[in-house]
T-cell receptor, first 110, second 120 residues
Framework: QKEVEQNSGPLSVPEGAIASLNCTYSDRVSQSFFWYRQYSGKSPELIMSIYSNGDKEDGRFTAQLNKASQYVSLLIRDSQPSDSATYLCAVPSGAGKSTFGDGTTLTVKP | ETGVTQTPRHLVMGMTNKKSLKCEQHLGHNAMYWYKQSAKKPLELMFVYSLEERVENNSVPSRFSPECPNSSHLFLHLHTLQPEDSALYLC???????????????????FGEGSRLTVL
């Protein structure tokens, strides 16, 4: 089992819809979770962090964490074409180490 | 200058060449990283420096040699590379939490734009 797994994608949604990105992790002691966005040809950019069970909202983005199920998700409301990118889930897993998922590529169609 | 800058942005080298990638962070962070990103593969951690000491060497071949002269600069020296080493090499920095002699990675990484390496 991979340490961090994301839904394989690619994911395509129409403009204005909700995009749902999912991530599961294997290390039960993980305490913090991060979502990065990577546009094609660019480097990853941190967009959300979550540390506690429940929801965390930032504008159109909502991160959801369920530690019992070892599951973290990212919801993007009112999806825009500019949201088209690869989204990476990352989980710190030791001194100086973050393990990344394979990424889910999202396309928002106008 | 802001953020994390990497040079060169693109590099083409033969298998017998020696070259270096450079990274500089202007964020006042105390940890720096090299990641490798190949097509269709997840980000792979190569090296971690925290407080200028190497704390992670993720089973990277010796043809990759990191150097961290201070907390703001990180180099990756390359020699006798193979075509399969062609990839995007990303530098990142973070502000680790320090307690006594221990550092804890917060997980919040700030990436440079990357150096696209092609080995012929």
């Amino acid at each position: 089992q991979k340490e961090v797994e994301q839904n394989s994608g690619p994911l395509s949604v129409p403009e204005g819809a909700i995009a749902s990105l999912n991530c599961t992790y294997s290390d039960r002691v993980s305490q913090s979770f991060f979502w990065y966005r990577q546009y094609s040809g660019k480097s990853p950019e941190l967009i959300m962090s979550i540390y506690s069970n429940g929801d965390k909202e930032d504008g159109r983005f909502t991160a959801q964490l369920n530690k019992a199920s070892q599951y973290v998700s990212l919801l993007i409301r009112d999806s825009q074409p500019s949201d088209s990118a690869t989204y990476l889930c990352a989980v710190p897993s030791g001194a100086g180490k973050s393990t990344f998922g394979d990424g889910t590529t999202l396309t928002v169609k106008p | 200058e802001t953020g994390v800058t990497q040079t060169p942005r693109h590099l083409v080298m033969g298998m017998t060449n020696k070259k270096s990638l450079k990274c500089e962070q202007h964020l006042g962070h105390n940890a720096m990283y090299w990641y490798k990103q190949s097509a269709k593969k997840p980000l792979e951690l190569m090296f971690v420096y925290s407080l200028e000491e190497r704390v992670e060497n993720n089973s990277v071949p010796s043809r990759f040699s990191p150097e961290c002269p201070n907390s703001s600069h990180l180099f990756l020296h390359l020699h006798t590379l193979q075509p399969e080493d062609s990839a995007l090499y990303l530098c990142a920095s973070s502000q680790d939490l320090i307690a006594g002699h221990r550092t804890t990675n917060t997980g919040e990484l700030f990436f440079g734009e990357g150096s696209r390496l092609t080995v012929l």
